[in-house]
Structure formats: structure tokens, C-alpha cells
């Protein structure tokens, strides 16, 4: 497909499933890009996944331009899109906009993501105007952790009704591609249905369009519980682990520096 781009991914809705992922630094970023996922993620899980914080509502913009950065300087054809942090988009439509515009002329992001769906139809058409392409992010948010923790979405028929309401105005407003996250089948099967843009899920079942994973879990980096719908395909860190205990005792065995590492 050589290099993606907003446009192509929102070309990709009834063309078949597709994976996409997440990354927070160049090395990861170049793996996933290398395999061909079509989109990469800089998620605010940067935050608990790689900075050790508890929740994403401490990840700031500078943490997120870093790191944005350094996937885009990891990452050849895949579409890398940057996560709006908290409070970098709530404050004022203004505000939101020269945020996102950071990412796009600083960080080299091709397209934004902001967690919200009604309430945030008006600034994602107004990113949109303005040259900013917006993958929206419906269901359960984790930036209203505190106020709504981290429930599945979809229990009642008053749910279904306000996230496929979210789902119909954030395509409306014109994102190109709406996560949904941690949702009921049911509920995701009739967002997918009714949206004309890819609608990629996480812990939302298998209806939709696309997939996305958190990077550090489907490679097995975490020490600790993964959440059921995450599938992880390696063991990473039991590898890495292994690895470096060899390393410690080739040094005190003296097995490492050998000749063959040694300049004459
Ligand atoms: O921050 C993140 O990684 C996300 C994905 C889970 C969609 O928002």
C-alpha cells in the first residue's frame, strides 16, 4: 500500500478487517511500521505503559510532542497519530486547535485523537476545516476516569442510544476513523454497522472494522494482569529477561568480551 495516509485509511471501511497498534518511541514505532500495520497510535496509555503512571490524565502536551517525535522519526509508511491529552482540548475550541496543530507542525503526527463524542462534534469539524485530520475515540474514556471510571459501555438500552448518538456525531463532524473502547458487542456491532468510517475497536468484540492493541501488551512487556481482551502474541520480557541474566553471568564467567568482540 506504500505510505498511508487519513484518506486511505478511511477508505479501508467494508474492504476487510485491518490491525492497527500503538507505539511510544522510534524503536517500537520501526517494529510495528516494519510488520505493515497501516496506523500507529501514540496513545496517552504512554503513560501507564511506558512512564509508570497511574492513569493517562497526567500525560502532558511536552510528554506527548516527545514521543510523538520519535515514533515519527521511527516510522516510514505507517499513518502516525498523536492522542490529545488531557485538558490540551477541553479548555476552548482555540486552544484544542493550536494543540492539535502542534502535533501536525511540530511532531510530525499526520492526524490527532480526542476522546468524546457529542460535545466534541464541533471542534472535530473545526480541526477537520482546518487541515487537521481527527480520529475520534467513543465508549469508555479513560480521561473520565475519575468521574466514570473504567465501566464497559453498552449495559442498558440508555447507553447504546447516547454512544451510537457519539458515534453518529463524530462522523458527521468529519473524523476520518472512531475508536471505540471497551463496549459491548452488541453496541459496537450497530456502531460499525451505521458508520460509513472504519470503526476500530478495543475490548469491543469482533464486529468491527479494525483492531487496536496496546503495543507493550500484545509483545508481553508488562510484570502484571492483562485485561481479557487483550491477546498477547510473545513474551517479550521473560525473553529479555532471560537474555540479560545470560549477559550477567557471561561477564562474571568472563565468557564476554571474547575475541570475537574485541577490537586488535
Ligand atoms: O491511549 C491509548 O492507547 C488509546 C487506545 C487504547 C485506543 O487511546
Not at 3 to 8: E, V
Request: glycine content about 10%; some cysteine; overall charge negative.
Amino acid at each position: 500500500m506504500g505510505i498511508w495516509t487519513p484518506k486511505k485509511i478511511k477508505a479501508l471501511k467494508g474492504k476487510g478487517k485491518f490491525a492497527t497498534i500503538t507505539a511510544y518511541d522510534s524503536i517500537t514505532a520501526g517494529i510495528a511500521d516494519s510488520a505493515g500495520v497501516p496506523l500507529i497510535l501514540v496513545g496517552d496509555s504512554l503513560g501507564p505503559t511506558t512512564l509508570g503512571f497511574e492513569t493517562t490524565v497526567s500525560v502532558t502536551m511536552e510528554m506527548m510532542i516527545h514521543h510523538t517525535k520519535a515514533v515519527r522519526n521511527g516510522c516510514k509508511n505507517a499513518v502516525v497519530v498523536a492522542d490529545m491529552p488531557f485538558l490540551s482540548y477541553q479548555i476552548n475550541e482555540e486552544e484544542a486547535i493550536r494543540n492539535a496543530g502542534r502535533f501536525i507542525q511540530e511532531a510530525g503526527a499526520d492526524a490527532v485523537k480526542l476522546e468524546g463524542g457529542v460535545c466534541r462534534a464541533s471542534l472535530i469539524s473545526k480541526l477537520v476545516e482546518n487541515g487537521i485530520p481527527v480520529m475520534a475515540h467513543i465508549g469508555m474514556l479513560p480521561q473520565n476516569v475519575k468521574q466514570s471510571g473504567y465501566a464497559y459501555k453498552g449495559k442498558t438500552s440508555d447507553e447504546m442510544a447516547m454512544i451510537m448518538a457519539d458515534a453518529k456525531a463524530v462522523a458527521e463532524a468529519g473524523a476520518f476513523c472512531v475508536v471505540i473502547e471497551c463496549a459491548t458487542t452488541e453496541l459496537a456491532a450497530m456502531v460499525t454497522e451505521a458508520l460509513d468510517i472504519p470503526v476500530i475497536g478495543i475490548g469491543a468484540g469482533a464486529a468491527t472494522d479494525g483492531q487496536i492493541l496496546v503495543i507493550s501488551d500484545m509483545l508481553g512487556l508488562n510484570d502484571g494482569k492483562l485485561p481479557k481482551f487483550v491477546k498477547q502474541y510473545a513474551d517479550l520480557r521473560s525473553e529479555a529477561i532471560s537474555a540479560i541474566k545470560q549477559y550477567i553471568s557471561d561477564v562474571e564467567t568472563e565468557n564476554f568480551p571474547t575475541s570475537e568482540h574485541i577490537y586488535e
